[in-house]
């Protein structure tokens, strides 16, 4: 049988130059078209300066592409393909790879400006220097393999901008005579992959840290080592370049990774509104000339030596200070003139039009904002809020005047969920609340433990809330379909789920981590989770001291919790656990978890037997149609709280009721509960 077609091609060879005349970059890439339509596979191609040689071709029977090049122009290898082979004799202007989505090119000589710019997967080899902002923009799709970025001695100024992914390799042959081997400036803006670096690097974007190679890294390169040279043809480089990543010798090598969110934050040090009137709009600053102090600045709520100096009673123009520091508003300046008044009734339900919670929640659990800024302490000692709190534990409500015929649905138990429940059903709406778990009061029930929250206080609460006349439901699991059914059957629903799934770091052995919610919520279920003498506590919120107590009372004899930065719980929170014998670090940055316990990025290792991770927690959203959850897996939401494009039917001040669905995403925001309380 006759060979076939593709199998009696050879090599196609186009020039540049024909006739003696340079011929266009449109011109020379149909020739490469009609050869590859004619079956050949492998090119050599003697250019002149012609653009976009090599890039998104492929073979229609799915052969590999060979390219030989001479004398390109700028963008070569632009969007090459999967099973593309460039090879580039001598060097090579602007965009050398750019775009990248799987080709090899490998670069003799040098490279101009943005060599591997935006590259998404695939290899490219260099093997000489590059220009300016190479390797910028660079990406990882999880669906393909990382691209990878290999210079044999160094890169220009800017290189790795807004890099997102990948890896990148910059040798620094023949360049220890140079200040930075990355020229200056290098990774400003970027969040994602890694480049290992030898030589000398100066300049680096704040951004990013320098940090040593560990043994995974140390594998990489001698792997790679050995391929990148064979290809640009200096094998005989690699005792040279592998000098340190085996044995115990000094290693010459580096590795620069983006900070995280987080990390970023730590160093940004953010004024307080005191240091910014003093510091910048007073002294040495913009008002500098003609004002001494910052007592004018401040001249909407009257306290300390201006309160003295300058009497002006404004007569409830603004809110008092701790009832604008409440969350939700809580007029606690009113309850103290019912007091004196001799009106103790009155002034212990009044907090009751405001929050169902006012002796677990103010009482016991609230850090108590309205206390920091009360003016009595000014004077002697502010209100003692949290005892008043307290009083109200007994109070009887009475059942609402007037009843409608309009049902509302709550998803939720917990506090968003249970206010919102209250305020409604006191205006006379049917309210039924919805809860998966067996029990009800969201985290107040399931995860705070009795240290800080006493169970019968709150189960006295809890029942003053059925007493009303909502009706809790729980071992109701709210799935797609029953929201659907939900708001066929209710005129309103209201979404008030909270937060109940632990957000988990992927830090190398993160499967060895204990979920902190999940911690606290076997507590509270009597559970006795076996967990050592030694245990560690990642995060240091107030979440966390609630875990390090409940590591306390399991019999943990050492308990530890480190942050990434200044421990974010209360005061009164981080007290109450250093008395028990805790200590909290920070800053630390964790880089592994293994048997021995947490191993920081500064070399230190916190043994512990059991480590436990408490850095926030997520809402689980799925049973939400696409319409109400926004780019970022979030509840999307307008100014009325409502999904988008809708809004009530009737004006607030006549009592709106809302169309079909009310989001509340967040607890302590004052305007979602307040505007439930206040509409209705």
């Avoid at 003139?337 to 907090?351: G, I, M, P, S, Y």
């Avoid at 709190?389 to 917990?414: N, T």
């Avoid at 309210?431 to 705070?448: A, C, N, R, S, W």
């Avoid at 509960?673 to 209705?680: E, P, S, V």
Wanted: charged share 25%; aromatic share 8%; with cysteine.
């Amino acid at each position: 049988m006759p060979e076939s077609k593709k199998e009696i091609k050879t090599t196609a060879v186009i020039d540049g130059i024909v006739d003696g005349h340079r011929i266009s970059t449109r011109q020379l890439l149909q020739e490469l078209y009609k050869k590859l339509d004619e079956g050949y596979t492998e090119f050599e191609i003697n250019a002149c300066g012609q653009h976009d040689i090599g890039g998104p071709l492929w073979d229609p029977e799915g052969e590999p592409l060979k390219f030989k090049v001479k004398n390109p122009g700028q963008r070569l290898g632009s969007m090459g393909m999967q099973g593309t082979t460039i090879e580039i004799e001598g060097s090579s202007p602007a965009d050398v790879g750019w775009l990248n989505a799987g080709a090899e090119i490998v670069l003799k000589g040098d490279g101009g400006d943005t060599t591997a710019h935006c590259a998404a997967t695939g290899k490219i080899y260099v093997g000489g220097r590059t220009g300016t902002r190479s390797g910028a923009l660079m990406k990882y799709d999880p669906s393909y393999t990382a691209p990878e970025f290999w210079v044999l001695e160094n890169t220009g100024s800017f290189s790795f901008e807004f890099m997102g992914g990948g890896i990148g390799v910059i040798c620094g042959f023949g360049c220890e005579d140079l200040n930075s081997v990355m020229g200056y400036r290098s990774c400003v803006g970027m969040v994602g992959g890694v480049i290992y670096v030898r030589g000398s690097v100066k300049d680096l974007s704040d951004e990013v840290f320098l940090l040593e190679l560990d043994q995974g890294d140390k594998e990489f390169l001698l792997k790679g080592l050995p391929v990148f040279l064979e290809k640009i043809g200096r094998p005989e480089l690699i005792n040279t370049l592998s000098r340190g990543l085996q044995g115990d010798n000094p290693c010459e090598w580096k590795k620069i990774r983006a900070k995280t969110y987080q990390e970023r934050a730590v160093q940004k040090k953010v004024k307080s509104l005191k240091e910014f009137r003093v510091n910048d709009w007073v002294e040495g600053g913009i008002f500098g000339d003609v004002l001494k102090d910052d007592y004018t600045v401040a001249n909407f709520v009257s306290t300390g030596d201006f309160r003295l100096k300058f009497p002006i009673w404004k007569n409830a123009m603004f809110s008092a200070p701790c009832e604008y520091n409440c969350p939700i508003g809580i007029p606690t300046q009113k309850r103290i003139a019912l007091l004196r008044q001799d009106k103790a009734e009155d002034a212990l339900r009044l907090v009751l039009e405001y929050s169902p919670f006012p002796a677990s929640v103010c009482g016991q659990v609230c850090p108590n904002l309205c206390v920091d800024e009360c003016n009595r302490r000014y004077l002697d000692i502010p209100v003692k809020i949290g005892e008043l709190g307290l009083l109200s534990k007994q109070i009887e409500v009475h059942p609402p005047k007037v009843e409608k015929d309009e049902r509302v649905a709550i998803i939720g138990s917990g506090v968003a969920g249970l206010g919102a429940a209250w305020h409604l059903r006191k205006t006379g709406y049917q309210v039924d609340v919805y809860e998966q778990d067996e029990v009800f009061g969201g985290k107040l029930k399931q995860v705070i433990p009795e240290d800080r929250l006493q169970q019968d206080i709150l189960e006295t609460e809890l029942q003053r809330i059925v007493d009303l006349g909502i009706n809790v439901k729980t071992r109701t699991l709210v799935n797609k379909k029953l929201f659907a059914k939900l708001k066929s059957e209710y005129d309103a629903v209201v979404v008030a789920i909270g937060a109940h799934n632990p957000v988990i770091i992927p830090f190398e052995g993160y499967e060895r981590l204990v979920k902190g919610l999940d911690f606290l919520k076997a507590i509270n279920k009597g559970e006795k989770p076996q967990i050592g003498e030694k245990v560690v506590v990642i995060g240091a919120g107030n979440a966390a001291m609630d875990v390090v107590i409940g590591a306390y009372n399991l019999g943990a004899k050492d308990v530890t919790a480190i942050d990434i930065q200044k421990p974010a719980a209360f005061d009164k929170e981080i007290k109450h656990v250093e008395k028990l014998g805790a200590k909290i670090l920070w800053p630390c940055f964790t880089e592994k978890i293994s048997e021995q316990g947490v191993h920081l990025k500064d070399g230190r290792v916190l043994e512990a037997d059991t480590v436990i991770i408490s850095v926030g927690d997520r809402p689980d959203l799925s049973f939400l149609d696409k319409e109400y959850i926004d780019e970022k897996g979030m509840l999307r939401i307008n100014e009325y709280q409502l999904p988008p494009q809708r809004k009530p039917h009737i004006s607030c001040r006549s009592g709106w009721f809302f169309q079909t669905v009310l989001l509340i995403p967040v607890l302590s925001c004052r305007s979602r509960l307040c505007r439930i309380r206040q509409c209705f």
